[in-house]
């Protein structure tokens, strides 16, 4: 209680403060061209900024497509179309916390994100804040926290831009961006459709006699639309509306072990998915606070048709779920001076879900309430060195969460040189969700909070090598997560969820970018390389358990990625390429089983030439994924489509 006044106190304090030296400023858009490697507000922590070259190439791709191959998360696919989760730092998918300008938007009944329903098309920006780097954002974050966001141009008066696309598989996709606005008012309007027959073939090398098949019933249509409205009140305050609307239905693929007959049932999902937010900001001489609510609705529908016998096809399942999120968020940036400065936000949430399978009768509607408070405080000694000390403070529920701290530093080691340490050490706490404590059937409401400690330590560099601009960072990290949550089969006939005793995660993640001009062509490289071990140490104790000191199933523990890209002239040419080690699906590491998954290299190629017509820039290009034809598997049971392409027609004015 005591974190919490001081916290509202310093926030009045800022507020007076303000009124005192409140002056007539401009206001500018502010473009961040590289990573913040020695700044206070990051001191210690690890921050990746996707390159916006990157977002650019992979315009046309899911946000699970882009994480994958350009950053050091892994990715656990199901399937073109299909769902997709993420690993990062060789934690759950419900330790990555998602945000989209500010507001979570991981669902409180699974904890996760489907990043399979989030499109390139609609992100500006992309960043992650590496383990405890995240707590500054939100809590609950033991792996890390991604952030996509929205921004206006000032500058714009008319633009826009258009994709066509046909592929492989019977595949469409479309886009339509318009952009109007002054420097005083910016619109911004998107659409996004996308069908698939994603009738693709494969070689089932888990049926007898490997029979050579086709990816039935795995179809999906998408679209997606988002409106943002900016205004520049005066030259204090800046207002904003976002609206972002997504429908998908998908048909899921039965398994490759699947040995029925083909009609023998249907699985479809609908998702939707509504986001609003109205956010508010006010600048002034020393500082900014910013206000903002929000509203995340989602809706999930799984239908499980069965076909009968003499009575066609019955419901086996039919599981409706509605998850609503208000969210409410203020922040105060003050600077005491340029080497001092804080952060207060507060974040009041609430959350209720309802869910309910019409057909086995049997669901839960809960509510969950929040306040979330964090203060940090930033400071810079003699040019060298930057401290960052910070506490957060959760009310969930009715309880307090127990503090939690953080403390970073960077050193410039050299005073000639762009060359830093950074180190930083944080505790960490999640509360189980909604799912976790009430599902039917398995809900289990005695679990504990999922608690942690994280430590990082790394070397960044940036410098010059002629004519080659060149940054790098090596970072190791070491998290030990008590009260580990699991989902695992009991005797009653069901999966429910339990606190493992302990997770232990470490490794190690390289990251190299560098751009070199030679001549006419302009050259990008981007590379990333971790080693993660994320090893189960749980109750000794357990007569055969033969899991203790093993790692966690489908995380690998090498995974690597690399991004070229060559400019020449209207030419240009990208080449991606990511690779994974062997992935256990056993909790036993049995590396004898047919079941596991074997490391695998993924290459695409997409070549492009540019054209001005009427004054607008068209692009042709070509895509081709899986280059070389590989045979590989994300899921256990869920085959991957071997080589295959995508033609695009690309114009924007």
């Known amino acids: 209680m005591r974190c919490c006044c001081l916290a509202l106190l310093m926030a009045s304090c800022l507020l007076k403060s303000y009124a005192q030296k409140a002056d007539s400023l401009l206001l500018k858009e502010v473009v961040i061209e590289s990573n913040r490697l020695f700044d206070k507000e990051t001191a210690g922590g690890k921050e990746t900024r996707v390159d916006s070259l990157v977002l650019a190439e992979n315009l046309n791709h899911t946000l699970s497509e882009v994480l994958s191959e350009n950053t050091p998360i892994f990715i656990k696919s199901y399937g073109r179309g299909s769902m997709a989760t993420a690993s990062f730092r060789g934690t759950a998918p419900s330790h990555t916390q998602v945000l989209w300008n500010g507001m979570s938007i991981n669902s409180p009944m699974l904890g996760m994100v489907d990043f399979s329903l989030l499109p390139v098309y609609f992100i500006d920006d992309l960043t992650l804040q590496h383990g405890g780097n995240s707590v500054e954002q939100i809590g609950g974050a033991l792996g890390g926290s991604i952030s996509i966001s929205n921004r206006p141009n000032w500058d714009n008066t008319f633009s826009g831009r258009m994709v066509s696309g046909y592929g492989s598989f019977n595949t469409f996709e479309e886009f339509a961006q318009v952009n109007v606005g002054n420097e005083r008012f910016q619109s911004k309007s998107r659409g996004f459709y996308t069908y698939s027959k994603n009738d693709f073939p494969f070689v089932n090398d888990q049926a007898i006699g490997h029979p050579r098949q086709r990816n039935e019933l795995a179809d999906y249509t998408m679209y997606s639309f988002m409106q943002e409205l900016y205004g520049k009140v005066n030259d204090h305050n800046i207002v904003s509306f976002k609206g972002w609307f997504h429908n998908a239905d998908r048909s899921i693929p039965r398994l490759n072990s699947f040995e029925g007959a083909d009609d023998a049932n249907i699985n479809r999902q609908y998702d939707r998915t509504w986001r609003l937010q109205t956010s508010w900001d006010h600048y002034y001489n020393s500082g900014k606070i910013s206000g903002s609510v929000g509203l995340n609705i989602q809706e999930l529908d799984y239908q499980l048709l069965n076909r009968i016998g003499g009575q066609g096809f019955q419901s086996g399942i039919y599981s409706t779920s509605t998850a609503q999120s208000l969210i409410s968020r203020m922040q105060v940036n003050h600077d005491f001076t340029p080497s001092s400065s804080i952060n207060f936000n507060i974040n009041v949430n609430r959350h209720q879900v309802h869910t309910e399978d019409s057909v086995k009768r049997i669901g839960y509607e809960e509510f969950r309430n929040e306040m979330l408070m964090f203060l940090g405080y930033y400071h810079t000694l003699w040019d060298r060195l930057n401290i960052r000390t910070a506490i957060r403070q959760d009310y969930v529920d009715g309880e307090f969460i127990p503090v939690i701290p953080y403390l970073g530093v960077d050193l410039k080691v050299s005073p000639e040189h762009d060359l830093y340490l950074k180190a930083n050490i944080t505790r960490n706490y999640r509360v189980p969700t909604l799912n976790d404590l009430y599902w039917q059937p398995g809900g289990n409401p005695d679990l504990q909070p999922e608690r942690g400690i994280t430590q990082e330590i790394g070397l960044a560099w940036k410098g010059n090598f002629k004519s080659i601009k060149l940054e790098s960072q090596v970072t190791g990290f070491y998290s030990d997560i008590t009260n580990w949550i699991l989902w695992v089969p009991s005797f009653r006939g069901y999966w429910e969820p339990r606190n493992v005793r302990r997770v232990e995660a470490r490794g190690i993640e390289v990251a190299v970018k560098a751009k070199y001009d030679i001549g006419q062509v302009k050259l990008t490289l981007n590379g990333n390389y971790a080693m993660t071990k994320s090893l189960n140490y ?116």
Do not use: C
């Open 538 to 653: 749980g109750d000794i104790n357990t007569w055969g358990d033969e899991s203790y000191g093993k790692q966690l199933v489908y995380i690998p523990v090498h995974s690597g990625n690399l991004f070229i890209n060559a400019v020449y002239r209207t030419y240009k040419i990208t080449w991606q390429h990511n690779s994974f080690s062997r992935r256990f699906t056993t909790s036993s590491n049995d590396v004898t089983s047919r079941d596991d998954l074997p490391n695998y290299f993924m290459n695409q190629l997409f070549l492009g030439k540019e054209f001005t017509w009427h004054n607008t820039v068209w692009e042709a290009r070509v895509n081709i994924y899986n280059l070389f034809d590989e045979y590989y598997r994300s899921v256990l049971s869920r085959r991957m489509p071997g080589r295959n392409y995508m033609f695009l027609i690309m114009m924007r004015f």
